[in-house]
Nanobody
Framework: QVQFVESGGGLVQPGGSLRLSCAASGINFSIYAMAWYRQAPGKQRELVAGITTGRNTNYADSVKGRFTISRDNAKNTMYLQMNSLKPEDTAVYYC?????????WGQGTQVTVSS
């Protein structure tokens, strides 16, 4: 079955960096546009960044210039490099498809930005 496993989160000070990973299984990863999402306490899940099969990328305005999404189709893995982190980036981060969203949300990885 489809499975996404997110990792790489943690506690970081404002201005710090983290690199998230998303390992996908059960799908032909290379043919899907993929995305990172996040959900902060009391808020709806939002799209943070997306990447197409051709590696075209798009970002939420709030993270543009600070986050970089990438993918390694040979490893069925997607990444999110997060720099210059801000307290408002605190959330649980998830991965899933972008145009096709699978009914298989992982547990996510917690990112906490705090001094």
């Amino acid at each position: 079955q489809v499975q996404f496993v997110e990792s790489g989160g943690g506690l970081v000070q404002p201005g710090g960096s983290l690199r998230l990973s998303c390992a996908a299984s059960g799908i032909n990863f290379s043919i899907y546009a993929m995305a990172w999402y996040r959900q902060a306490p009391g808020k709806q899940r939002e799209l943070v960044a997306g990447i197409t099969t051709g590696r075209n990328t798009n970002y939420a305005d709030s993270v543009k210039g600070r986050f970089t999404i990438s993918r390694d189709n040979a490893k069925n893995t997607m990444y999110l490099q997060m720099n210059s982190l801000k307290p408002e980036d605190t959330a649980v981060y998830y991965c899933n498809g972008k145009r096709v969203i699978f009914d298989a949300w992982g547990q996510g990885t917690q990112v906490t930005v705090s001094s």
